[in-house]
């Protein structure tokens, strides 16, 4: 019974999702297997440094990334292996990053909170809470200063809302921007907590979204 009711099921996702999507949920799915595996290295003591976890929010970087172009550039902090992944990076690789290994996609240098692979638009994977920000408004300016048609998407937690340096690249984003000299799109993963600390006991405004409207960005809520 349990058999042919998972046949049935499986019957149901192929009749009525498109298989853009199904390619989506693999991928989640895929992601989360990763993420599983590199937790468990962790706690044994085989990976250095620190590890962030990307469990929960799969949804966030397989969707978006499906939408933009192989030239297109994507920035991100420390919770970064999920963007590879969904990029296109090796999951060999990546993981050998996490090992401190010479194959991996920093040459093992960077470790989990600094993966680069810029060969599939990926631009870091940054340690720094929000020092990224600036780096990814620069670079969308930069982009459209060269004349291409190229897009910047910047992945960053609640908690780099209330550093410094983040404020200073909405604003030049805003400012840039009303000119169309910042093709930017900036994703906020607001997974509640900023580190251990919740975003009531962090952020005097919960709405995080309208911060960047006082920057005359406009921005729109999703349920990841």
Request: with cysteine; aromatic share 10%.
């Amino acid at each position: 019974m349990a058999k042919q009711k998972s046949e049935s099921a499986a019957a149901v996702v192929d009749a009525v999702c498109a298989p853009e999507w199904t390619d989506i949920l693999r991928q989640m799915i895929f992601i989360r297997r990763f993420e599983e595996a590199t937790e468990r290295e962790f706690r044994r003591g085989k990976v250095g440094g620190y590890l962030h976890v990307y469990i929960g929010q799969e949804a966030v970087a397989s969707g978006i990334i499906s939408a933009i172009r192989k030239n297109d550039m994507v920035f991100s902090g420390y919770r970064d292996h999920a963007h590879a992944l969904a990029l296109g990076s090796e999951p060999g690789r990546v993981m050998a990053e996490l090992f401190g290994k010479a194959t991996g996609v920093s040459k093992g240098k960077g470790g989990s909170m600094h993966l680069f692979d810029v060969e599939h638009g990926f631009y870091g994977g940054y340690g720094i809470v929000g020092g990224h920000v600036t780096l990814a408004v620069g670079s969308a300016y930069g982009l459209r200063y060269q004349g291409t048609d190229r897009v910047v998407v910047c992945y960053f937690g609640d908690g780099a809302m209330n550093i410094g340096s983040f404020h200073e690249a909405m604003n030049m984003a805003g400012l840039w921007g009303r000119d169309g000299m910042c093709p930017i799109v900036f994703i906020i993963e607001n997974n509640g907590y900023a580190m251990g600390t919740s975003v009531e006991r962090h952020s005097a405004l919960t709405d995080l979204s309208a911060r960047v409207r006082a920057y005359n960005i406009p921005s729109e809520k999703v349920d990841g």
